[in-house]
Every structure is written in structure tokens, then in C-alpha cells.
């Protein structure tokens, strides 16, 4: 089964030992915005992916798993 970005940010601050909760307050975005983006319930928006890459130290292309 592949991975899309929703899988692949809830994995990641697994293997992070993060949180979602985390994850929100490092983006500024609410946290019903990352659990709804790790739940597949919507996809990112540009701005939105950015911000969390940033957050979480990876590429827009490890997140997306393009490499």
C-alpha cells in the first residue's frame, strides 16, 4: 500500500516522538487541522505542507515521498 502525506506526517512524529498537538503549536495551525490531515479527512494546501515540513525537519519531498 502506498504512503501519501497523511500517513507519512503520522509516522514520521512517531518515529519523532511527537505529537500532533506538538505539531500544532510548531505550525501555528489548530490541532483538528493535523488530526484531520493524519486522519486523510482533507489534504494540505501548499502553505499548509510548508509549514509543517518546516516544523518537522523534512523535505516537501520526503513528506510527499517523491524522492
Known amino acids: 500500500m502506498k504512503k501519501g502525506f497523511s500517513n507519512v506526517i ?3 512524529l512517531k518515529e519523532m516522538g511527537k505529537t500532533q498537538s506538538w505539531l500544532a503549536q510548531e505550525t501555528g495551525l489548530g490541532e483538528s487541522t493535523i488530526s484531520d490531515l493524519v486522519s486523510q479527512k482533507t489534504g ?18 520526503e513528506l510527499f515521498l517523491l524522492e
Do not use: R, Y
Open 10 to 12: 503520522g509516522t514520521k
Open 44 to 61: 494540505p494546501s501548499i502553505s499548509t505542507a510548508v509549514k509543517i515540513s518546516k516544523a518537522m525537519g523534512h523535505s516537501l519531498e
